[in-house]
């Protein structure tokens, strides 16, 4: 066989190409309730706890006010800020 005589085949898409799904019912969300998380029941003021994020990132917070929805208020000196620690992996009380 010779390489020379082989013929060149240039395969590529010709024409007008459409796609279309059919056959798919509407799907309507509407008047749908709002769901939120309570924040875990043994989370109380005063305590301090071990946070281990979704990432894997650790933090230890003493805990000024559990708030609904899985918020937390946190106290740092000047510094106040507020987590949810429904993100939260893991959630450990730390001995006073």
């Known amino acids: 066989m ?3 005589t082989i013929p060149i ?17 509407d799907v309507r969300v509407v008047n749908t309730p709002t769901v939120e998380s309570a924040a875990p029941d043994f989370v109380r003021s005063g305590a ?11 933090e230890t917070v003493t805990v000024s006010q559990a708030l609904p929805g899985g918020w937390i208020r946190v106290e740092e000196g000047d510094r106040r800020r507020w987590l949810n620690v429904a993100a939260a992996r893991s959630l450990e009380e730390l001995s006073r």
């Not at 085949?9 to 019912?25: F, L, Q």
């Not at 301090?48 to 650790?58: Q, V």
């Open 2 to 4: 010779d390489v020379a």
């Open 9 to 25: 085949v240039r395969v590529a898409p010709a024409g007008e190409w459409r796609m279309t799904v059919a056959n798919v019912p």
């Open 48 to 58: 301090r706890y071990e946070i281990t994020w979704s990432g894997g990132e650790r």
